[in-house]
């Protein structure tokens, strides 16, 4: 890769939306009777870095990732960025860094509760209980990294992510920015007055698909390219269609052809059990269609149409199996929604497949199999 086209300097618009986003309180969920922090991500991100170098872990940078880099970069995308998305790079040699970097985390956590509450009676266990979602920890021979996800039940987690080696950082090009942090930090810790035009920190940005400007040109103009998708664990399939249903076009039609039938080959070898395609799917409609409950229905729809087109490797009743199952989530949609049309604009195509268990479903459309499986006329 060349450094040079893969990296940019940011504007000061660029930099001025950067200081909203860290400088912005977000509210991390507690479970229970747990209060909810009041965090703005410059000061955990500060604190997190600080208190891992005291303790004897270097962070070589730090960098803002994922949609939101998106969104600083380009206000107006056509989506609300989600998870506030942090990489600390640092290296991760044992089993102690790992443990190390989540008692530094939760420890932090206790500078954000409010006054008055006992901390000396909280312990990392409770914190961890309380506030967070999601814990990953990666340790493999090319793969070493953690993640720490606190909640945030309007889906804008705040995610601190600790890598040491990734094999793949991006699934397309529009989110395969990063942004470096340590000239912001910096100037907020000796800044005496809010950031100007004529006085603020010279911010680069990175983009991990190649080339800076033309990832930056397929975000502006909502294209969507990926390289080598096999490389993508689910193949990029999800995120795929999340982009279409969002109005991004492929940059090159014919080429896409040939590259949703590898991101469909690739998502049916890590997710051959129909159990856990509908885990993974559903999983992936909670976490990124928050407040967007109505695209829940059409990008189910893109993603029956993409599986129907594309699926080469699979045999014709695993095939009808996966597209029983869409067809099934999108009719619990519309139904969570009261949103079932006129039975005078349905088409049935298939019963319910008896396979399918979701205990989500209330008992009468699962139970009921004279309900059928519908798509619209259109």
Aim: proline share 4%; aromatic share 10%; with cysteine.
């Amino acid at each position: 890769m060349d450094t040079e086209e893969s990296m940019s300097v940011l504007t000061w618009e660029q930099v001025s939306r950067l200081d909203e986003v860290l400088s912005e309180a977000v509210p991390v969920h507690g479970r229970g009777n747990f209060p909810t922090l009041e965090v703005r991500l410059k000061d955990i991100v500060a604190r997190v870095r600080s208190r891992l170098e005291s303790s004897g872990i270097q962070v070589k940078d730090v960098r803002l990732n994922g949609s939101t880099a998106s969104h600083v970069l380009v206000q107006d995308m056509g989506w609300s960025y989600k998870d506030l998305d942090v990489i600390f790079r640092v290296d991760l040699p044992h089993e102690a860094e790992f443990r190390l970097i989540k008692d530094v985390v939760l420890g932090t956590l206790l500078d954000f509760l409010p006054e008055g509450v006992n901390k000396e009676k909280i312990t990392a266990m409770t914190l961890k209980e309380a506030y967070v979602q999601k814990l990953v920890k990666v340790n493999t021979e090319q793969d070493r990294w953690s993640l720490i996800s606190l909640s945030n039940n309007n889906g804008r987690n705040v995610e601190l992510k600790f890598v040491d080696s990734i094999r793949r950082q991006f699934e397309f090009s529009v989110d395969s920015f990063q942004i470096f942090l340590d000239s912001v930090l910096a100037f907020y810790e000796v800044a005496q007055s809010p950031m100007t035009e004529t006085s603020h920190p010279v911010v680069h940005g990175e983009s991990m698909y190649g080339d800076f400007s033309m990832a930056l040109s397929h975000l502006r103009n909502k294209l969507i390219a990926t390289k080598r998708p096999e490389e993508i664990r689910g193949g990029g399939l999800l995120k795929y269609c999340n982009l279409l249903v969002r109005d991004f076009q492929p940059s090159s039609e014919e080429e896409f052809k040939g590259l949703e039938r590898y991101m469909c080959s690739r998502f049916f070898i890590d997710f051959p059990d129909i159990g856990e395609q509908q885990r993974k799917v559903e999983a992936y409609l909670q976490s990124h269609f928050i407040g967007e409950e109505k695209s829940k229905y059409d990008y189910l729809m893109i993603l029956r149409r993409v599986v129907n087109e594309s699926t080469v490797c699979l045999m014709g009743h695993e095939r009808r199996q996966t597209l029983h199952l869409i067809s099934l989530m999108a009719f619990r949609v519309l139904a969570e929604q009261n949103a079932i049309p006129d039975a005078s604009c349905v088409t049935c195509y298939y019963q319910p497949a008896p396979y399918v268990r979701d205990h989500n479903f209330s008992n009468y459309y699962v139970a009921n199999q004279n309900i059928p499986t519908w798509l619209p006329c259109n």
